[in-house]
């Protein structure tokens, strides 16, 4: 063999290998930063700590028979509200525990078990081996760095959800009870203490939209996102929960029975569908500002209802939008809105969910059926705990997982020190206040909300950006972060241009009907020799010397027949005058000179780009 | 003093993200890419710069090509996201990366020996491997390619990462042994064990040795 064949032959080699590297290179170098006498102190320090523990269990147990106090004072409904933080920059969260001694609700699954109250103590000392046994908050932390809701929880109806289908392969719960139980125990000595109902959880319905979509905006008449296709970066991330993210313990309160998809799908990709579900934090285990209640978005591929399991470790993987978050009702079609901070893992199959029923690692979460490309891996190292990174094992406590999570986040952050905290729309100055008060929901038309962030050193920003008829415009609202500075765009649409825009998507969608009947090739583009990936349409509004425009791309990608790798480019594009209501074919250097570049491809047509396997 | 130079800029290279910088997710860093925001290649430069530096180094062994490769590589992702979402997005740098020196690597070949650790590598196993600048077929390329990742699939994790870091990657032994906290002979001798290993499954795959 010749050194060049062996040299391109190996540069041949799967993703998958490079990206299992990668991951083990990654742990490798982290670990060799640490110098060898700090970790022998490491776990000397985990060996004091065990024998805290024990001690420390020594002194509780016989303190907890004593008799509690008569009087339990009341769940401060207010404070739990909002607004649950770990105990500073510098260290899990040992405070914000929101349900730290109090009776649990019996939540949605009938299966949930009454004895559940008396876990809270028993699992105390050991999540939190520095406390002492003594100490129990009676009251819960009521410093709350946003906005209150300005109602009381309890004046907001609350729906009971419909009959749930589940996957849960374990006998699971068919019917969610309609209200909760609030008989207390009847047989009471007077010694014994009067057990408080918890008040039932807080369902959040959405603020719906007047506006009602005819369309979409895109629409696909060949093939899918390139980027997810055949040949594509199809390897899988690596099974594990994250250490880079804030993390909690949850439970689901809610399973919205809708489909949602995001307004801003990028113009390359297929809209993906999304499934809602409200969750209830019971435990901050890293982050800061983490909220009672919050939402969390997952592919429809990869819904499962989480309601059956008594609680969960999730990763905060990703905070996709403050409070008062656009999407899209695909199954009612309408716009809504959310009040609560969501979040979005479109990986929640690879360990970054883990399930516990009775206090006890449950894999029958990653069982389920649609998540099982990801359980295959988490199966390998269940399987082989000796070969194993994970925080799990069959047949761990839970307690034993937050602590093993806690752990490896603490370490990681030690060595990066950064802060993790879910962002709020909670402003102070009185500019950013008016922004909001202008992009409120569906008062002045369709904001969709694009929060970037950039890492805790460099802030974010919040970008507003109008939809019009579920089309993209050029408006938009931008809110610093750090500094709340406000910027609008030059360009505003009026209710006079509003009602001036024809509704693009019905143009789109005849023009997809056509094509889907007889699929065109781009014009004057040699095609031979090229197989077609995808095509599609994507339409957008824009506001260009005072003048309304409408315009769809039409896009081509292809690739070399036999070679994924090398594709190729084709747009045309088609402009709508608004005033005229004229629709023309007009080439990408006109229609730059008329309405700019946004939107545009500025690459060149028919190059053959090389992607890297 | 020339090599003592060129060693102080590649430690400082290498050395140049400061402790304590905030990192970029790499989800957030693609959607930086699919914005078109030209912040992804500064964050990709901070969170990527000192790991791709050491892959180009320890193929072409020379700083100032190091350089260049790695701004080749930040043209080539950017220009590759979109359309391509990549699911770990070191590897698909690291991929790029390597591509780009060995590229490099193979036209100062062609001037000169290059002294470089990839040199040491592929003589290691110079006794199925030889010399020569004949052109690989993309086919032929692709066939040796699975044989190698079908090879690496039946490797423990530990075996895996030796043979990728020597033979993919091109890291010297010394480094090698210091990640695994080993000796070096044992390093060399795990690598003894897969070259035979290696030879014997292109062997059985019925490429000619």
């Given at each position: 063999?010749?050194?060049?064949?062996?040299?391109?032959?190996?540069?041949?080699?799967?993703?998958?290998?490079?990206?299992?590297f990668?991951?083990?290179?990654?742990?490798?170098?982290?670990?060799?930063?640490?110098?060898?006498?700090?970790?022998?102190?490491?776990?000397?320090?985990?060996?004091?700590?065990?024998?805290?523990?024990?001690?420390?269990?020594?002194?509780?147990?016989?303190?907890?028979?004593?008799?509690?106090?008569?009087?339990?004072?009341?769940?401060?409904?207010?404070?739990?509200?909002?607004?649950?933080?770990?105990?500073?920059?510098?260290?899990?969260?040992?405070?914000?525990?929101?349900?730290?001694?109090?009776?649990?609700t019996?939540?949605?699954?009938?299966?949930?078990?009454?004895?559940?109250?008396?876990?809270?103590?028993?699992?105390?000392?050991?999540?939190?081996?520095?406390?002492?046994p003594?100490?129990?908050?009676?009251?819960?932390?009521?410093?709350?760095?946003?906005?209150?809701?300005?109602?009381?929880?309890?004046?907001r109806?609350?729906?009971?959800?419909?009959?749930?289908?589940?996957?849960?392969?374990?006998?699971?719960?068919?019917?969610?009870?309609?209200?909760?139980?609030?008989?207390?125990?009847?047989?009471?000595?007077?010694?014994e203490?009067?057990?408080?109902?918890?008040?039932?959880?807080?369902?959040?319905?959405?603020?719906?939209?007047?506006?009602?979509?005819h369309?979409?905006?895109?629409?696909?008449?060949?093939g899918?996102?390139?980027?997810?296709?055949?040949?594509?970066?199809?390897?899988?991330?690596?099974?594990?929960?994250?250490?880079?993210?804030?993390?909690?313990?949850?439970?689901?309160?809610?399973?919205?029975?809708?489909?949602?998809?995001?307004?801003?799908?990028?113009?390359?990709?297929?809209?993906?569908?999304?499934?809602?579900?409200?969750?209830?934090?019971?435990?901050?285990?890293?982050?800061?500002?983490?909220?009672?209640y919050?939402?969390?978005?997952?592919?429809?591929?990869?819904?499962?209802?989480?309601?059956?399991?008594?609680?969960?470790?999730?990763?905060?993987?990703?905070?996709?939008?403050?409070?008062?978050?656009?999407?899209?009702?695909?199954?009612?079609?309408?716009?809504?809105?959310f009040?609560?901070?969501?979040?979005?893992?479109?990986?929640?199959?690879?360990?970054?969910?883990?399930?516990?029923?009775?206090?006890?690692?449950?894999?029958?979460?990653?069982?389920?059926?649609?998540?099982?490309?990801?359980?295959?891996?988490?199966?390998?190292?269940?399987?082989?705990?000796?070969?194993?990174?994970?925080v799990?094992?069959?047949?761990?406590?839970?307690?034993?997982?937050?602590?093993?999570?806690?752990e490896r986040?603490?370490?990681?952050?030690?060595?990066?020190?950064?802060?993790?905290?879910?962002?709020?729309?909670?402003?102070?100055?009185?500019?950013?206040?008016?922004?909001?008060?202008?992009?409120?929901?569906?008062?002045?038309g369709?904001?969709f909300?694009?929060?970037?962030?950039?890492?805790?050193?460099?802030?974010?920003?919040?970008?507003?950006?109008?939809?019009v008829?579920?089309?993209?415009?050029?408006?938009?609202?931008?809110?610093?972060?750090?500094?709340?500075?406000?910027?609008?765009?030059?360009?505003?649409?009026?209710?006079?241009?509003?009602?001036?825009?024809?509704?693009?998507?019905?143009?789109?969608?005849?023009?997809?009907?056509?094509?889907?009947?007889?699929?065109?090739?781009?014009?004057?583009?040699?095609?031979?020799?090229?197989?077609?990936?995808?095509?599609?349409l994507?339409?957008?509004?824009?506001?260009?010397?005072?003048?309304?425009?409408?315009?769809?791309?039409?896009?081509w990608?292809?690739?070399?027949?036999?070679?994924?790798?090398?594709?190729?480019?084709?747009?045309?594009?088609?402009i709508?005058?608004?005033?005229?209501?004229?629709?023309?074919?007009?080439?990408?250097?006109d229609?730059?000179?008329?309405?700019?570049?946004?939107?545009?491809?500025?690459?060149?047509?028919?190059?053959?780009?090389?992607?890297?396997? | 003093?020339?090599?003592?130079?060129?060693?102080?800029?590649?430690?400082?290279?290498?050395?140049?993200?400061?402790?304590?910088?905030?990192?970029?997710?790499?989800?957030?860093?693609?959607?930086?890419?699919?914005?078109?925001?030209?912040?992804?290649?500064?964050?990709?430069?901070?969170?990527?710069?000192?790991?791709?530096?050491?892959?180009?180094?320890?193929?072409?062994?020379?700083?100032?090509?190091?350089?260049?490769?790695?701004?080749?590589?930040?043209?080539?992702?950017?220009?590759?996201?979109?359309?391509?979402?990549?699911?770990?997005?070191?590897?698909?740098?690291?991929?790029?990366?390597?591509?780009?020196?060995?590229?490099?690597?193979?036209?100062?070949k062609?001037?000169?020996?290059?002294?470089?650790?990839?040199?040491?590598?592929?003589?290691?196993?110079?006794?199925?491997?030889?010399?020569?600048?004949?052109?690989?077929?993309?086919?032929?390329?692709?066939?040796?390619?699975r044989?190698?990742?079908?090879?690496?699939?039946?490797?423990?994790?530990?075996?895996?990462?030796?043979?990728?870091?020597?033979?993919?990657?091109?890291?010297?032994?010394?480094?090698?042994?210091?990640?695994?906290?080993?000796?070096?002979?044992?390093?060399?001798?795990?690598?003894?064990?897969?070259?035979?290993?290696?030879?014997?499954?292109?062997?059985?795959?019925?490429?000619?040795?």
């Amino acid at each position: 063999m010749k050194e060049n064949e062996f040299l391109d032959g190996i540069g041949n080699v799967d993703s998958d290998i490079i990206e299992r590297f990668v991951a083990m290179d990654n742990k490798l170098q982290k670990m060799a930063v640490v110098p060898v006498s700090k970790r022998i102190w490491y776990r000397v320090a985990a060996v004091a700590a065990c024998l805290c523990i024990i001690v420390g269990l020594a002194f509780y147990i016989p303190y907890s028979k004593r008799k509690p106090p008569e009087n339990i004072p009341e769940r401060d409904i207010a404070a739990e509200s909002f607004g649950y933080t770990s105990s500073g920059n510098d260290t899990l969260s040992d405070s914000g525990t929101v349900t730290a001694e109090s009776v649990e609700t019996p939540s949605d699954s009938t299966e949930k078990p009454t004895e559940r109250p008396t876990e809270a103590p028993t699992e105390e000392p050991t999540e939190h081996p520095t406390e002492t046994p003594t100490e129990e908050p009676t009251e819960r932390p009521t410093e709350t760095p946003t906005e209150q809701p300005t109602e009381e929880p309890t004046e907001r109806p609350t729906e009971t959800p419909t009959e749930e289908p589940t996957e849960h392969p374990t006998e699971a719960p068919t019917e969610q009870p309609t209200e909760e139980p609030t008989e207390v125990p009847t047989e009471q000595t007077p010694s014994e203490p009067v057990i408080v109902p918890p008040a039932p959880p807080t369902i959040y319905e959405p603020t719906v939209s007047p506006e009602t979509p005819h369309g979409n905006s895109l629409e696909f008449i060949v093939g899918y996102s390139v980027g997810s296709s055949e040949g594509g970066s199809g390897a899988p991330p690596k099974f594990n929960f994250p250490y880079d993210q804030m993390a909690v313990k949850a439970r689901v309160v809610n399973n919205y029975p809708d489909t949602y998809y995001k307004l801003n799908t990028g113009s390359l990709s297929t809209p993906t569908a999304y499934r809602l579900i409200q969750m209830e934090t019971i435990e901050v285990i890293y982050g800061e500002n983490i909220p009672q209640y919050f939402l969390y978005l997952l592919p429809a591929g990869l819904y499962v209802d989480m309601s059956v399991y008594d609680s969960l470790i999730i990763a905060l993987y990703s905070q996709l939008g403050l409070e008062n978050y656009v999407l899209k009702n695909g199954t009612q079609n309408r716009m809504e809105a959310f009040e609560l901070p969501i979040f979005s893992d479109g990986s929640a199959d690879f360990g970054h969910v883990i399930a516990f029923t009775d206090g006890v690692f449950d894999e029958s979460l990653w069982q389920n059926k649609n998540w099982i490309t990801g359980y295959q891996f988490g199966k390998y190292y269940l399987d082989h705990p000796e070969t194993s990174s994970l925080v799990v094992y069959r047949g761990a406590s839970e307690s034993e997982v937050v602590a093993a999570v806690k752990e490896r986040i603490q370490s990681y952050f030690s060595r990066f020190p950064a802060s993790l905290y879910v962002k709020t729309l909670n402003f102070k100055t009185q500019e950013a206040k008016d922004a909001l008060e202008y992009v409120k929901p569906f008062e002045n038309g369709v904001f969709f909300q694009d929060f970037i962030w950039y890492g805790s050193g460099a802030g974010g920003k919040v970008v507003f950006t109008r939809f019009v008829n579920g089309c993209e415009t050029e408006e938009t609202v931008t809110i610093d972060l750090l500094t709340e500075e406000v910027t609008y765009s030059e360009i505003r649409y009026t209710e006079e241009d509003i009602k001036q825009l024809a509704d693009m998507t019905v143009y789109v969608s005849e023009k997809a009907k056509e094509y889907k009947e007889n699929v065109p090739t781009p014009p004057n583009a040699d095609v031979e020799g090229k197989k077609l990936l995808a095509l599609h349409l994507y339409a957008w509004y824009v506001k260009a010397d005072g003048k309304l425009y409408g315009v769809v791309r039409n896009s081509w990608e292809y690739c070399k027949e036999g070679n994924y790798y090398l594709q190729y480019r084709y747009d045309t594009y088609t402009i709508y005058d608004m005033l005229t209501g004229s629709v023309a074919d007009i080439s990408r250097e006109d229609l730059v000179g008329i309405v700019g570049n946004r939107n545009v491809y500025d690459g060149k047509y028919g190059e053959e780009l090389e992607i890297p396997m | 003093m020339k090599g003592l130079s060129e060693y102080r800029k590649r430690r400082y290279e290498m050395e140049l993200q400061p402790k304590g910088t905030s990192v970029m997710s790499d989800e957030e860093l693609i959607e930086l890419y699919f914005a078109r925001d030209e912040r992804a290649i500064k964050e990709t430069d901070i969170k990527y710069r000192k790991f791709l530096l050491s892959v180009a180094y320890n193929i072409v062994h020379d700083t100032d090509d190091s350089e260049e490769c790695l701004n080749d590589t930040y043209i080539g992702a950017w220009n590759a996201i979109p359309p391509a979402r990549p699911a770990v997005l070191g590897a698909f740098l690291a991929t790029i990366m390597r591509r780009t020196a060995i590229d490099r690597y193979k036209s100062r070949k062609r001037q000169k020996r290059v002294a470089s650790e990839l040199t040491v590598s592929l003589s290691e196993i110079g006794d199925f491997i030889a010399d020569g600048d004949d052109i690989c077929s993309e086919t032929d390329a692709r066939e040796i390619g699975r044989i190698i990742s079908d090879f690496v699939r039946s490797l423990s994790d530990r075996r895996m990462y030796v043979f990728m870091s020597r033979y993919y990657f091109a890291r010297p032994i010394k480094e090698i042994s210091k990640l695994l906290e080993c000796s070096e002979s044992t390093v060399n001798k795990e690598i003894s064990a897969l070259k035979r290993d290696l030879k014997e499954k292109l062997e059985k795959e019925g490429y000619p040795i």
